[in-house]
């Protein structure tokens, strides 16, 4: 296990700027806002030579209340009980603050290597903050600038003493966008966890995990950054990331919201499953289906989780009417699998978790070229495409150049004469033919070459 590090300090210093620098992305929303950090997070962080994991902690704030500070607080404490070493961050150019020598004693008592960090070191003002965190008793400060990367050759001779040499390993798998059947069964799978604001996302990946791993609260907009966990279920490795609730545009004003929801977006491309939570009370609503389009056009495969099934009077045939009602408002996603659930009660979660393993399945098959030339005469001889303009449209063949979703060229003459419609036709054909429910289907139209074009004779 890796050599695990967590980052502390009041509201506001820089942790998750700090966090970001290290695992080289924007992993971590950041804002002037204090507590835009609640969950804790994790990355794999590099510092030239030095790879360990990072923690981004919530601020902690001694003077605040209420149980969502509380349990952020709760968050931070399990993450130190985590962590090997601490790197307690102050804000330079403020100078220390009371909560800050009130934590300071709080990650001593921790028993931990401490390296204390001044961030903000830049300028006049920051080299004296850097000074007074003497005061402090953890050592002399390391002064950097997460923001603009400097300080970062100090910080690294500061952690050289602590994290130990990483061995050598294999380079992981590259992702690449097609995977054979059999390396695909064996890696984990990415699944985003998406929908409406308390939709119960968090409490769902909670139930999973067996802890309150992450913050819920009955008010709408709890969870802020795309936090992603581990898990295993029944010897199969996945890993969930869970993403702020997607609300409409017009509905979105605060900077931190867009931040939120562009982090939701992001967790969307990076994953191979997205579920799609909805309310069993407020199922199929506009932005439901605003969600599921997005998924699609994304070509994510997709899992309908009608959540909060708890709270719903059961009455004859209901799941039938799911399945109704999903391929009536989602025709792109036709026979996306749909399941019943409740976070809350963990009823469900095994048909939950066995509908991904399916989706994600089907999202990289590959089909036979035979079977799939049966399938296209067949096809076009049942419904030819239609003429226009009183010449008839030609299909010469269709082949699969990848999965992941599964994707399609199809050669013909006249290329933008084709009716959508007349794709959507061949793209219901194909699901139905080749038992492909609910994944996103591509098909690139492109004309093939006229052989006698350069036969024609020129104007003189």
């Known amino acids: 296990m890796s050599f695990t590090i967590a980052i502390i300090g009041r509201p506001n210093v820089g942790k998750s700027t700090l966090f970001n620098r290290l695992v080289g ?34 601020g902690l704030d001694e003077g605040a209340k209420g149980s969502l500070t509380a349990r952020m607080q709760e968050q931070t404490e399990t993450a130190i009980e985590l962590a090997d070493a601490l790197m307690f961050v102050i804000d330079a150019r403020v100078g220390l603050t009371p909560t800050d020598r009130a934590f300071a004693d709080f990650a001593r008592k921790a028993n931990k290597p401490v390296v204390l960090v001044a961030n903000k070191a830049e300028g006049r003002h920051g080299e ?56 695909a069964a064996q890696r ?77 977006l992001r967790a969307v491309r990076f994953a191979e499953v997205v579920v799609m939570m909805m309310d069993a009370q407020n199922k199929f609503e506009e932005q439901d289906l605003r969600i599921a389009d997005l998924i699609e056009r994304e070509g994510r495969a997709i899992v309908l989780a009608v959540n909060k099934w708890d709270l719903v009077e059961r009455k004859p045939n209901q799941i039938s009417q799911l399945r109704i009602d999903a391929d009536h408002w989602l025709p792109q996603v036709k026979g996306a699998p749909i399941v019943a659930v409740s976070g809350l009660m963990g009823e469900g979660i095994d048909r939950l978790m066995t509908a991904i393993q399916e989706a994600y399945a089907v999202w990289n098959r590959r089909l036979p070229t035979s079977a799939l ?57 194909l699901r139905e033919t080749f038992d492909l429910p609910g994944t996103p289907i591509r098909i690139t139209l492109r004309e093939k070459a006229n052989p006698f074009a350069h036969k024609r004779k020129r104007p003189s």
């Open 25 to 58: 992305q924007k992993l971590a929303l950041v804002d002037d806002e204090p507590g835009v950090t609640r969950d804790r997070r994790e990355g794999q962080a590099k510092l030239y030579d030095l790879e360990f994991t990072i923690i981004d902690t919530a």
């Open 128 to 183: 004296i903050g850097a000074m007074e965190s003497y005061a402090l008793g953890l050592g002399d400060p390391v002064q950097i600038s997460a923001e603009h990367g400097e300080g970062m050759a100090d910080l690294h001779e500061a952690l050289s003493a602590l994290v130990p040499e990483t061995p050598e390993e294999d380079d992981e798998i590259a992702d690449d966008e097609d995977i054979s059947e059999e390396e």
């Open 188 to 264: 984990p799978i990415r699944v985003a966890i998406v929908g409406r604001p308390n939709a119960g996302k968090s409490t769902l990946i909670n139930h999973l995990l067996g802890e309150e791993r992450l913050l819920t609260s009955p008010e709408a907009g709890t969870t802020r950054d795309s936090i992603a966990v581990e898990i295993t279920w029944q010897g199969r490795e996945f890993r969930v990331f869970d993403t702020a609730g997607l609300r409409r545009r017009s509905r979105i004003e605060e900077k931190l919201e867009k931040l939120s929801v562009a982090d939701a």
């Open 373 to 429: 030339n049966r399938w296209f005469e067949q096809a076009i001889q049942a419904s030819p495409p239609p003429a226009v303009s009183g010449r008839r449209l030609k299909l010469n063949y269709i082949t699969q150049v990848k999965a992941r979703p599964p994707s399609f060229v199809l050669f013909c003459s006249r290329a933008d004469a084709i009716p959508r419609s007349y794709l959507r036709y061949l793209i219901n054909s």
